[in-house]
């Protein structure tokens, strides 16, 4: 009912920045949360930072005054600003969706690779 559409992945070195863009489309309930997980090789998927429709919002402790997360409810779009990358911020970006309403379904991304490395 939902799809996700991510950009802004690619190749930056270590202290550099990117700019991850997620869309939503389809059946969208007005009351959701919105954000990206990430998984490394070798490593579970972790969370990174989320957003509910009303502005509340979740980050890990690792990214907490390097990533930012906003959004724009009007387009379903979310954005992560990272900047400050890390080796260790090196992986698999995944959007998420969730419904805090009605059937409080939960929607994953293709997923965007973020690479950190000189």
């Known amino acids: 009912q939902v799809q996700l559409v991510e950009s802004g992945g690619g190749l930056v070195q270590p202290g550099g920045s990117l700019r991850l863009s997620c869309a939503a489309s389809?059946?969208?309930?007005?009351?959701?949360?919105m954000g990206w997980y990430r998984q490394a090789p070798g490593k579970q998927r972790e969370l990174v930072a989320t957003?509910?429709?009303?502005?509340?919002?979740n980050l890990a402790d690792s990214v907490k005054g390097r990533f930012a997360i906003s959004r724009d409810n009007a387009k379903n779009t979310v954005y992560l600003q990272m900047t400050s990358l890390k080796p260790e911020d090196a992986a698999v970006y995944y959007c998420?969706?969730?419904?805090?309403?009605?059937?409080?379904?939960?929607?994953w991304g293709q997923g965007t690779q973020v690479t950190v490395s000189s």
């Open positions: 998420n969706f969730r419904e805090l309403v009605g059937t409080t379904r939960v929607y």
């Open positions: 389809g059946s969208i309930f007005s009351i959701n949360a």
């Open positions: 957003m509910t429709t009303g502005g509340s919002t």
